[in-house]
C-alpha cells in the first residue's frame, strides 16, 4: 500500500513571497498552451492562424478560466452560501473553482475574442481544443501535490491503493492521478492526433467536450464525492451531472459537421 507523501504546497519563498506548487502548476499550463499554440498554429496557417495570435488568447483564456472556475464553483457547488455571503466570492485564496465554470468562462472569453478578430467561434474553438488537456493534467499534479480532491475507499490489496495522511487513514483511489492520464494526457493524444488533419467546423471541439465529459464521468467514479454534497440523484455526483450537458453539446456537434459534409 501507498502512502502519499505529504509534499509542502509551498514550492519555494522569496522573503514574504510564497510560490506554491498548485500556483506552478497554473503557469505550467499556460506555458504548454504557448508552446502547444505555435506548433498548432504553423500547422494551421493556411486557415488563418500565425504564432502571433496566442498572446491575446492566451489572455482571454486566462481571463475566462478564473472568473468562469471560481463564478462556476459558487454557483454550481454553494449557491446558497455565497447568496448569503456575497463578499466571499472573491475570496479565492480560500480554494474554490470549478472545471465546468472555467469551460464556460472560456467560451464567453473565445466569443469576445472571435468577435474582436472577425472569426467563428467555432473555429477558435477548433483552434485551442488540442492545447488544453495537457494543461488540465497539470492542474491535476497540483491536486495530487496539495492531496486535495482525494478519491474513494479502495481495496486495500490494489496495488496502488493510497492513502493521504491528511485526509485519514483509509485506503483511496489517487482519483487525482486518474485524472492526470485520462483527461489530461489520454484526451491529449486523441485530439492532437485528430487535429492533424483538417476537419469540418465544430468537430474537434465536439470531440473534446464529448471526450471530456465521458472520460470524467468515468474518473467521478473514482473521486470522493464533496463532502457538502454527496451522491446526488440517480446515484450521480454534481461532477457527473455536469458532464451530461457537455457529452451531448459534443455529440451533436459531431453530428452536426457530419451532416454539412454530405
Known amino acids: 500500500m501507498l502512502i502519499h507523501p505529504e509534499i509542502d504546497p509551498i514550492a519555494f519563498s522569496i522573503g514574504p513571497l510564497h510560490v506554491r506548487w498548485y500556483g506552478l502548476t497554473y503557469l505550467v499550463a499556460f506555458v504548454l498552451f504557448l508552446v502547444l499554440g505555435r506548433i498548432r498554429a504553423r500547422q494551421n496557417i493556411l486557415r488563418g492562424w500565425k504564432p502571433g495570435d496566442l498572446d491575446d488568447l492566451l489572455l482571454y483564456g486566462i481571463l475566462g478560466v478564473v472568473l468562469g472556475g471560481r463564478i462556476g464553483y459558487c454557483l454550481f457547488y454553494k449557491p446558497m452560501y455565497y447568496l ?12 474554490g473553482m470549478s472545471f465546468h465554470g472555467g469551460l464556460l468562462g472560456v467560451i464567453f472569453a473565445m466569443w469576445l475574442y472571435a468577435r474582436r478578430t472577425d472569426r467563428k467561434l467555432l473555429s477558435v474553438l477548433d483552434f485551442i481544443g488540442p492545447l488544453v488537456p495537457l494543461g488540465l493534467a497539470s492542474g491535476r499534479i497540483g491536486n495530487f501535490i496539495n492531496a486535495e480532491l482525494p478519491g474513494r475507499a479502495a ?19 489517487p482519483s487525482q492521478l486518474y485524472q492526470f492520464a485520462l483527461e489530461g494526457v489520454l484526451l491529449f493524444i486523441v485530439l492532437w492526433v485528430y487535429a492533424l ?19 470524467r464521468f468515468i474518473a467521478e467514479f473514482f473521486r470522493e464525492p464533496d463532502a457538502f454534497l454527496g451522491i446526488l440523484s440517480l446515484g450521480m455526483t454534481m461532477g457527473q451531472w455536469l458532464c451530461l450537458p457537455m457529452v451531448a453539446v ?3 456537434l459531431l453530428l452536426r459537421s457530419v451532416e454539412a459534409r454530405k
Do not use: C
Open 84 to 95: 448569503t455571503n456575497p463578499f466571499e466570492i472573491f475570496a479565492v485564496w480560500q480554494g
Open 155 to 173: 481495496d486495500p490489496s490494489l496495488p496502488w491503493a493510497m492513502i493521504f495522511p491528511t485526509v485519514d487513514n483509509i485506503p483511496r483511489h
Open 197 to 215: 488533419k483538417p476537419r469540418a467546423l465544430g468537430r474537434v471541439s465536439g470531440l473534446g467536450l464529448l471526450g471530456y465529459g465521458i472520460l
Open 250 to 252: 459534443g455529440a451533436w
